[in-house]
């Protein structure tokens, strides 16, 4: 299957292009700096620089913790996949929708990008279709910095894990194709939990592009039709999420996976797809 990738240029992002490359026939490459079109108002600007403040001292083990993630991917995937790469300020940019007119993908993989807009989904949807990672299991937990730092503030620990997506103009709110749990024992270190999701959340993604690829019926379930579910912002992620997410981290998570009938119960609720039902 002929695919184009629509990402940006971290670590875990290129790891995920060179995984989907070995299944599948890359047409090229668009890599987003996600620079808005515009600005936030000024009360969300003023949290956002708040928050980043709290992020260097509060919140500094998530920093680090990312970095080191994207660190090690770069290690082992120091290369991209293809030669046929775009650079775009904003995945919106005409160059972007101008590439998968010219490319002809029979589907268009997105992942890491800021909010896809309507031409850029209409073009792939012309051809083929159009779909999205999430690193959280929807609609139970969408949007962002970071859905598994999310859950950590939370205690929603059975809610760490991925989705794959059809995307459509929301955050994290195109039908499902597929979503799962992350297979975790309480003994991670945060490094090692970031880890387990990223690495997951590959599997599923290629796991459900290639299905596609094989012309498998995938599933097209709306989330409306499974919870109401939570949605968080970056303006969320503040000093308060910050240390409420380390002290459950490190007080609780462990906790939680050493005693499988809490887990069980709290997991029975859920209405997750894996992949290996498409």
Request: glycine share 8%; hydrophobic share 40%.
């Amino acid at each position: 299957m002929r695919v184009v990738i629509l990402t940006n240029r971290q670590g875990n992002q290129v790891a995920l292009a060179n995984k989907i490359s070995k299944n599948a026939e890359v047409a090229g490459i668009v890599f987003s700096k996600n620079i808005p079109a515009r600005g936030p108002a000024l009360a969300k600007r003023a949290k956002l620089v708040l928050n980043r403040v709290a992020a260097r001292t509060i919140g500094r083990t998530f920093v680090q913790t990312w970095y080191q993630l994207q660190a090690k991917y770069d290690s082992i995937y120091p290369q991209l996949p293809v030669g046929n790469i775009v650079d775009v300020d904003n995945i919106n940019d005409d160059s972007t929708a101008e590439a998968i007119e010219k490319l002809k993908p029979e589907l268009v993989v997105v992942s890491g990008t800021n909010i896809v807009g309507k031409r850029v989904i209409q073009a792939a949807q012309s051809l083929g279709g159009i779909i999205n990672l999430h690193t959280g299991i929807s609609p139970y937990v969408r949007g962002g910095p970071n859905c598994t730092n999310w859950c950590l503030a939370k205690r929603w620990f059975h809610l760490i894990g991925n989705t794959v997506m059809w995307l459509d103009a929301g955050i994290d709110t195109g039908n499902i194709i597929a979503t799962e749990q992350t297979e975790l024992d309480g003994n991670e270190t945060l490094l090692g939990l970031h880890w387990k999701v990223m690495e997951h959340a590959h599997g599923v993604y290629t796991r459900a592009i290639f299905a596609i690829g094989r012309g498998k019926l995938v599933p097209s379930i709306p989330q409306k039709d499974i919870a109401a579910g939570a949605y968080f912002g970056s303006v969320d992620w503040n000093a308060i999420q910050m240390r409420r997410a380390m002290e459950n981290y490190q007080r609780s998570y462990k906790a939680f996976f050493a005693d499988p009938e809490s887990r069980r119960m709290d997991s029975a609720i859920l209405k997750l797809y894996p992949v290996t039902d498409v």
